[in-house]
């Protein structure tokens, strides 16, 4: 994969500080520290004090992982705790590399 | 004892079979098959709450964008878009597709309620509709946090206090694909969309409504430029008002026969006779004198079209273009074959009740056994005519009784007050028309024959001649007899036979 030049932008959305938010975020810093050092960054968005955001993105399960960018937007559902699903999904690794 | 509260859709008819709305503050089920109304259903709930009762309403759409949305019910009239500006209503489109989203480990639908919720305080909305719902269990695997999910979205709506509909699809052998009628048990209204012999009738039927009465019959309704009109046109009750005024036929030698006085305002009459033997002369005879008393007439034509029924009526001297031009006299014409009979009958319905008039005439009835089997015929035909009885409509139907169709006649007779029965009379080589009156409910009126004549200036009847032998004369024969009978004896046997030739 050619990502040495790409810039990954992530949104993770919450909904306060329930386990399963928490759980998300631990593990997709996890990840990103391990196979995108440098080149991302992450916003996380809580929707109890910004339930306008979440009609833009599409959003209606929490916590949701959303790749703006690169293009195409993909998104994740769940508290991330399959590595392999986070990775292939965001495509940050091919399903042939897996 | 509190008896339960309820929230007043606004969609006619609807709120009389509920007796009086939906459940306030709590969820109520629309299910039914594709193409059966759920969503135009659900979105004219919301609407007419905005509208009508000033409670905003939020429609979240699981199928349909809000674009969408707006533009297939503007040609009904619902302008969405201002709806919105006024936040009156806000659409919210939840978008699902499976290709786009992946899922690891646990979540829940929290943002779903955040979305609705955040819409429910924006506009204060009283009412909510989610269409449709089952579209989540498409776009998502796990089923087991999805039914839990719903099942807490359910009662997070009741503990809103927000009325609420929900609509899905149907599923095999259940009400709907998921069973959400597990989950929303106050109310569940079920709607179907059949056909029979080629022609569609829509209907609808509250399946549960717990802690109320409500109508459990199916009711046909119709979606039209106004919206869905359910037609609660099943009750037969035998408590309508009885009028003694009496109406003149628009005949007066058939008045006559009457006792000099027509038929009961309110009443029913069936004309029934073969073909050509002039029943819708008599029904526009009727429709003409209606209209000259300043009286609104409509007239259901299954024959003919308007244009034709007003040129053929102006050859026996009855101008009705005049009473169509003043708004007294409205003329709809349709085939039998477009709708059901349920439509039909909801349709008409819906005609009479907007026109508000005093007679209602159809023409002919017969027609209707192409759509439905005799038996259904006849439970409509029963309905239409306690529904405009009940109005104080009179009613006149014609009907073509010919010896190869069945007898629709014989079986509409008992439930008419009047019947009229025109028949030709054939004899030496010419067809002439004898007029008798069957029954007539509750009045004195003539059991002779007549002989009925349509002429350029109208109809008239004429006391049939009899000979010495007490042979009946019509036709020819009665002329030929009668004035042969005048050189004899300078006179006829017949008093008003004569009476009438000196008019």
């Excluded at chain 1, 810039?7 to 975020?25: C, D, H, I, N, Q």
């Excluded at chain 2, 206090?161 to 599923?171: A, F, L, P, Q």
């Amino acid at each position: 994969m050619a990502k040495q030049e790409k810039k990954w932008e992530l949104r993770l959305y919450v909904a306060g500080k329930t386990p399963k938010s928490v759980a998300a975020l631990n593990n997709l810093k996890k990840y990103c520290e391990t196979h995108l050092k440098g080149q991302y960054r992450i916003e996380v968005i809580d929707l109890l004090k910004k339930p306008q955001l979440a009609e833009g993105d599409q959003i209606f399960a929490i916590p949701t992982l959303v790749r703006k960018v690169p293009e195409p937007i993909r998104k994740i559902i769940g508290d991330l705790s399959n590595e392999e699903k986070v990775l292939v999904g965001l495509n940050i690794r091919s399903l042939n590399e897996v | 004892m509190q008896l339960l509260s309820k929230t007043k859709t606004g969609i006619n008819g609807l709120d009389e079979i509920t007796m009086g709305g939906l459940p306030r503050g709590r969820p109520t089920l629309i299910c039914g098959g594709p193409g059966c109304g759920k969503t135009l259903m659900a979105l004219e709930f919301i609407v007419k709450g905005a509208t009508l009762y000033n409670e905003p309403g939020v429609f979240m759409a699981f199928e349909e964008k809000a674009e969408e949305l707006a533009t297939n019910v503007a040609s009904l009239g619902f302008d969405l878009d201002k709806l919105q500006r006024n936040k009156k209503l806000r659409i919210d489109y939840v978008h699902i597709d499976r290709t786009e989203v992946e899922e690891t480990g646990e979540y829940d639908l929290n943002g779903l309620f955040i979305r609705l919720d955040h819409a429910i305080k924006n506009i204060g909305a009283k009412r909510v509709v989610l269409d449709t719902i089952e579209n989540l269990f498409a776009g998502l695997t796990n089923q087991a946090v999805l039914r839990a999910e719903l099942r807490r979205l359910f009662q997070w709506l009741k503990d809103k206090g927000v009325t609420s509909i929900i609509t899905g699809e149907k599923g095999q052998g259940t009400l709907t694909r998921h069973s959400l009628e597990e989950y929303v048990s106050d109310c569940v209204i079920f709607l179907d969309h059949r056909i029979v012999s080629q022609v569609s009738t829509r209907r609808l039927k509250i399946i549960k409504y717990r802690g109320s009465l409500h109508g459990t019959n199916e009711y046909p309704f119709l979606i039209d430029e106004e919206g869905i009109t359910i037609l609660p046109v099943t009750s037969l009750k035998l408590d309508k008002n009885v009028s003694t005024k009496r109406i003149s036929t628009g005949v007066p030698s058939l008045d006559d026969m009457f006792g000099g006085k027509g038929f009961y305002k309110g009443s029913s009459i069936l004309v029934s006779g073969s073909a050509g033997t002039g029943k819708t002369s008599i029904a526009g005879s009727f429709a003409n004198e209606t209209c000259m008393r300043k009286e609104k007439c409509m007239f259901f034509a299954f024959e003919e079209s308007p244009q034709q029924i007003l040129r053929n009526m102006k050859s026996i001297g009855l101008d009705l273009t005049k009473h169509v031009k003043k708004g007294l006299l409205e003329f709809h014409s349709f085939r039998p074959g477009l709708y059901g009979l349920e439509m039909h009958l909801a349709r008409m319905y819906k005609l009479v009740k907007k026109f508000k008039p005093e007679v209602v005439i159809l023409d002919p009835i017969t027609n209707f056994v192409s759509v439905g089997l005799l038996a259904e015929v006849n439970s409509m035909l029963l309905r239409l005519i306690d529904g405009f009885q009940s109005e104080g409509i009179t009613l006149m139907l014609t009907a073509l009784n010919s010896g190869t169709t069945e007898h629709i006649d014989e079986n509409v007779s008992s439930l008419v007050d009047t019947w009229i029965l025109v028949r030709d009379i054939e004899r030496d080589g010419e067809r002439n028309r004898g007029i008798y009156i069957m029954k007539s409910r509750g009045m004195k009126h003539s059991n002779q024959v007549r002989e009925f004549i349509i002429g350029s200036k109208g109809l008239d009847l004429i006391e049939v001649f009899r000979d010495d032998n007490d042979e009946v004369l019509i036709g020819s024969a009665r002329k030929a007899r009668q004035k042969e009978k005048m050189a004899q004896t300078g006179q006829n046997g017949n008093g008003q036979f004569k009476a009438r030739i000196k008019k």
